[in-house]
Protein backbone atom coordinates (compact mmCIF):
# COMPACT_ATOMS: atom_id res chain seq x y z
CA UNK A 1 0.00 0.00 0.00
CA UNK A 2 1.37 3.05 -0.81
CA UNK A 3 1.44 6.54 1.22
CA UNK A 4 -0.93 8.43 -1.26
CA UNK A 5 -3.48 5.03 -0.67
CA UNK A 6 -3.79 5.43 2.91
CA UNK A 7 -4.14 9.14 2.82
CA UNK A 8 -7.21 8.12 0.48
CA UNK A 9 -8.00 5.50 2.69
CA UNK A 10 -8.09 7.81 5.83
CA UNK A 11 -10.23 10.69 3.82
CA UNK A 12 -12.76 8.14 3.32
CA UNK A 13 -13.21 6.83 6.58
CA UNK A 14 -13.28 10.85 7.81
CA UNK A 15 -16.33 10.59 5.57
CA UNK A 16 -18.74 8.21 6.49
CA UNK A 17 -17.13 6.54 9.50
CA UNK A 18 -19.67 4.31 10.11
CA UNK A 19 -20.26 0.59 9.39
CA UNK A 20 -23.39 -0.89 8.95
CA UNK A 21 -24.35 -4.40 9.88
CA UNK A 22 -27.20 -6.51 8.70
CA UNK A 23 -29.77 -8.20 10.65
CA UNK A 24 -31.46 -11.42 9.05
CA UNK A 25 -33.51 -13.94 10.51
CA UNK A 26 -31.67 -17.37 11.19
CA UNK A 27 -34.39 -19.76 10.19
CA UNK A 28 -38.48 -19.17 9.42
CA UNK A 29 -40.73 -18.25 11.96
CA UNK A 30 -42.48 -15.43 13.54
CA UNK A 31 -41.14 -12.15 14.16
CA UNK A 32 -42.08 -9.51 16.71
CA UNK A 33 -39.94 -6.43 16.92
CA UNK A 34 -38.38 -5.22 20.27
CA UNK A 35 -36.66 -2.02 18.59
CA UNK A 36 -37.76 1.07 16.88
CA UNK A 37 -35.65 2.68 13.62
CA UNK A 38 -33.41 5.78 14.74
CA UNK A 39 -33.12 3.71 18.20
CA UNK A 40 -29.71 3.29 20.11
CA UNK A 41 -28.79 0.00 20.82
CA UNK A 42 -25.46 -1.37 22.79
CA UNK A 43 -23.57 -4.71 21.98
CA UNK A 44 -22.88 -7.24 24.76
CA UNK A 45 -21.19 -6.02 27.77
CA UNK A 46 -19.05 -8.30 30.81
CA UNK A 47 -15.34 -9.57 30.59
CA UNK A 48 -16.59 -12.42 28.99
CA UNK A 49 -19.27 -10.67 26.83
CA UNK A 50 -21.90 -12.43 28.68
CA UNK A 51 -24.36 -9.83 29.06
CA UNK A 52 -26.42 -9.51 25.74
CA UNK A 53 -26.88 -6.96 24.01
CA UNK A 54 -30.16 -4.56 23.00
CA UNK A 55 -33.02 -7.10 22.50
CA UNK A 56 -33.84 -6.01 18.67
CA UNK A 57 -36.67 -8.78 17.87
CA UNK A 58 -38.24 -11.98 19.32
CA UNK A 59 -38.55 -14.94 16.34
CA UNK A 60 -41.06 -17.13 17.54
CA UNK A 61 -40.26 -20.74 15.78
CA UNK A 62 -42.22 -24.13 17.20
CA UNK A 63 -43.78 -22.55 20.25
CA UNK A 64 -39.98 -21.65 21.49
CA UNK A 65 -39.53 -17.75 21.45
CA UNK A 66 -35.97 -17.27 20.94
CA UNK A 67 -34.93 -13.44 21.52
CA UNK A 68 -32.24 -11.94 19.48
CA UNK A 69 -29.99 -9.25 20.96
CA UNK A 70 -27.65 -6.39 19.26
CA UNK A 71 -24.32 -7.80 18.87
CA UNK A 72 -22.51 -4.36 18.66
CA UNK A 73 -23.58 -0.36 19.60
CA UNK A 74 -25.25 1.57 17.03
CA UNK A 75 -28.33 3.02 15.73
CA UNK A 76 -31.19 0.65 14.34
CA UNK A 77 -32.05 1.73 10.26
CA UNK A 78 -33.86 0.37 7.48
CA UNK A 79 -36.30 -1.37 9.98
CA UNK A 80 -38.66 -3.45 7.97
CA UNK A 81 -41.95 -2.97 10.08
CA UNK A 82 -44.43 -4.16 7.31
CA UNK A 83 -42.85 -7.85 8.86
CA UNK A 84 -43.28 -7.05 12.92
CA UNK A 85 -46.06 -10.10 13.87
CA UNK A 86 -45.07 -11.82 9.92
CA UNK A 87 -44.24 -15.45 9.55
CA UNK A 88 -41.06 -14.98 7.45
CA UNK A 89 -38.43 -17.47 6.03
CA UNK A 90 -34.85 -17.95 6.83
CA UNK A 91 -32.23 -14.78 5.78
CA UNK A 92 -34.96 -12.64 5.63
CA UNK A 93 -33.71 -8.98 6.10
CA UNK A 94 -34.87 -7.30 9.20
CA UNK A 95 -33.10 -4.16 9.99
CA UNK A 96 -28.99 -2.73 9.99
CA UNK A 97 -27.10 -1.48 12.80
CA UNK A 98 -25.45 1.50 12.24
CA UNK A 99 -22.49 1.36 13.90
CA UNK A 100 -19.72 4.51 14.74
CA UNK A 101 -16.62 3.04 14.10
CA UNK A 102 -13.71 3.84 16.56
CA UNK A 103 -9.99 4.78 16.01
CA UNK A 104 -9.06 1.79 16.78
CA UNK A 105 -11.68 -0.40 14.50
CA UNK A 106 -10.59 2.24 11.92
CA UNK A 107 -7.18 0.75 12.39
CA UNK A 108 -7.84 -2.63 12.15
CA UNK A 109 -10.04 -2.27 9.05
CA UNK A 110 -6.89 -0.56 7.29
CA UNK A 111 -4.61 -3.42 8.14
CA UNK A 112 -6.59 -5.96 7.37
CA UNK A 113 -5.70 -4.58 3.61
CA UNK A 114 -2.03 -5.24 4.39
CA UNK A 115 -1.49 -7.98 6.87
CA UNK A 116 -1.80 -11.42 5.63
CA UNK A 117 -4.91 -12.95 7.34
CA UNK A 118 -5.47 -16.16 8.88
CA UNK A 119 -9.25 -17.21 8.29
CA UNK A 120 -11.67 -19.40 10.57
CA UNK A 121 -12.73 -22.40 8.13
CA UNK A 122 -15.76 -23.24 10.37
CA UNK A 123 -18.02 -21.29 12.53
CA UNK A 124 -16.20 -22.44 15.96
CA UNK A 125 -14.86 -21.33 18.80
CA UNK A 126 -11.03 -20.97 18.44
CA UNK A 127 -7.94 -20.79 21.02
CA UNK A 128 -4.06 -20.76 20.93
CA UNK A 129 -2.27 -23.84 21.37
CA UNK A 130 0.31 -23.72 24.99
CA UNK A 131 3.25 -22.97 22.58
CA UNK A 132 1.72 -20.26 21.16
CA UNK A 133 0.10 -18.92 24.56
CA UNK A 134 3.80 -19.13 25.85
CA UNK A 135 5.35 -17.27 23.36
CA UNK A 136 2.36 -14.16 23.37
CA UNK A 137 2.70 -13.99 27.07
CA UNK A 138 6.56 -14.02 27.21
CA UNK A 139 6.74 -11.59 24.44
CA UNK A 140 5.03 -8.61 22.95
CA UNK A 141 2.65 -8.90 19.99
CA UNK A 142 4.51 -8.07 16.96
CA UNK A 143 7.97 -10.76 17.88
CA UNK A 144 5.83 -14.04 17.72
CA UNK A 145 6.76 -15.77 14.61
CA UNK A 146 4.92 -18.25 12.87
CA UNK A 147 6.45 -20.38 10.42
CA UNK A 148 4.79 -22.81 7.79
CA UNK A 149 4.12 -26.58 9.14
CA UNK A 150 3.59 -24.93 12.60
CA UNK A 151 0.31 -25.50 14.88
CA UNK A 152 -0.79 -22.22 14.97
CA UNK A 153 -4.26 -22.06 16.56
CA UNK A 154 -6.88 -24.82 17.94
CA UNK A 155 -10.10 -25.05 16.22
CA UNK A 156 -12.93 -26.23 18.92
CA UNK A 157 -16.26 -27.39 17.28
CA UNK A 158 -19.19 -30.05 18.18
CA UNK A 159 -16.81 -30.82 21.31
CA UNK A 160 -13.69 -31.67 18.97
CA UNK A 161 -10.53 -29.39 19.15
CA UNK A 162 -8.86 -29.91 15.62
CA UNK A 163 -5.15 -28.31 15.24
CA UNK A 164 -5.12 -26.12 12.60
CA UNK A 165 -1.65 -25.83 10.52
CA UNK A 166 0.12 -21.96 9.35
CA UNK A 167 0.99 -22.96 5.28
CA UNK A 168 1.71 -19.38 4.76
CA UNK A 169 5.24 -17.18 4.47
CA UNK A 170 7.08 -17.19 7.86
CA UNK A 171 5.66 -14.11 9.52
CA UNK A 172 4.72 -12.36 12.63
CA UNK A 173 1.67 -12.53 14.83
CA UNK A 174 0.50 -8.67 14.88
CA UNK A 175 -3.05 -8.57 15.24
CA UNK A 176 -5.22 -11.52 16.96
CA UNK A 177 -9.13 -10.69 16.18
CA UNK A 178 -10.95 -13.36 18.66
CA UNK A 179 -11.46 -14.38 21.76
CA UNK A 180 -11.48 -17.94 22.86
CA UNK A 181 -15.10 -17.75 24.31
CA UNK A 182 -16.94 -16.27 21.71
CA UNK A 183 -17.60 -18.00 18.05
CA UNK A 184 -16.23 -16.75 14.94
CA UNK A 185 -17.84 -17.16 11.58
CA UNK A 186 -16.69 -18.89 8.71
CA UNK A 187 -14.05 -16.89 6.92
CA UNK A 188 -14.09 -14.21 9.45
CA UNK A 189 -10.25 -13.30 10.09
CA UNK A 190 -8.35 -14.68 13.02
CA UNK A 191 -4.98 -13.61 13.10
CA UNK A 192 -3.28 -11.14 11.55
CA UNK A 193 0.18 -12.22 10.22
CA UNK A 194 3.26 -9.16 9.15
CA UNK A 195 6.51 -10.21 7.11
CA UNK A 196 8.68 -9.81 9.47
CA UNK A 197 10.44 -6.92 6.52
CA UNK A 198 7.21 -5.00 6.30
CA UNK A 199 6.96 -4.38 10.50
CA UNK A 200 8.50 -1.18 10.28
CA UNK A 201 6.08 -0.16 7.49
CA UNK A 202 3.12 -1.62 9.45
CA UNK A 203 4.32 0.85 12.57
CA UNK A 204 4.36 3.63 10.27
CA UNK A 205 0.69 3.44 9.46
CA UNK A 206 -0.64 2.44 12.56
CA UNK A 207 1.66 5.58 14.04
CA UNK A 208 0.14 7.58 10.96
CA UNK A 209 -3.41 6.95 11.78
CA UNK A 210 -3.07 7.75 15.30
CA UNK A 211 -1.76 11.16 14.63
CA UNK A 212 -4.56 12.22 12.29
CA UNK A 213 -7.45 10.42 12.96
CA UNK A 214 -9.52 12.77 15.14
Known amino acids: MSELDLDRLLIHYREDPYEDFVVET ?22 WQHIPGTLLYVLERERNRIPVHAHINGTISELQVDLNGKFVEANTYLMSVRHPMTKDEVIDKILKQVLVTFNAPERAKYFFPPEITYKLEKKKHGTVLVRPGEEII ?5 KRDTPLIYNGEPGIIHTVYFQPNISIDQGEPLLGICPPGKLNYIRKIVQKIQNEWA
Open 26 to 47: PNTGWVRFMADDGMKVEGPKGT
Open 154 to 158: IMSLM
